[in-house]
């Protein structure tokens, strides 16, 4: 089992970034590749990035592409979204999720594939 805790949401202004945090605890933290997603007011969740379990292989959806960076540390069991040039819809409650299945580049990106989530931090992007 796995637990995920997020940190560092917050407000900022358009063009401004943020870095936010996810704590894993439990074993095995490496085993589990991660993702980040988000859920802005009254629409869907969506993803956002993903990073393969110990070789740092990333992927995004477009609209975060050249913006956003995700990595961890197996080390330290965390992981981390770097937001640049933020943008007013970019605000959102942003989640990060664990999961325990290796898959092919570019196919984690569905919600029922990741097994463990946290609580979510808010950005809130000011235009």
């Known amino acids: 089992q796995v637990q995920l805790v997020e940190s560092g949401g917050g407000l900022v202004q358009a063009g401004g970034s943020l870095r936010l945090s996810c704590a894993a605890s439990?074993?095995?933290?490496?085993?589990?590749?991660m993702g980040w997603f988000r859920q802005a007011p009254g629409k869907e969740r969506e993803f956002v990035a993903r990073i393969s379990r110990t070789d740092a292989i990333t992927y995004y959806t477009d609209s975060v592409k050249g913006r956003f960076t995700v990595s961890r540390d197996n080390v330290k069991n965390m992981v981390y979204l770097q937001m640049n040039s933020l943008k007013p819809e970019d605000t959102a409650v942003y989640y990060c999720?664990?999961?325990?299945?290796?898959?092919?580049w570019g196919t984690g990106n569905r919600q029922t594939q990741y097994r463990y989530w946290g609580q979510g931090t808010q950005v809130t992007v000011s235009s």
């Open positions: 439990g074993r095995s933290f490496s085993n589990y590749a």
């Open positions: 999720a664990a999961d325990n299945v290796q898959r092919v």
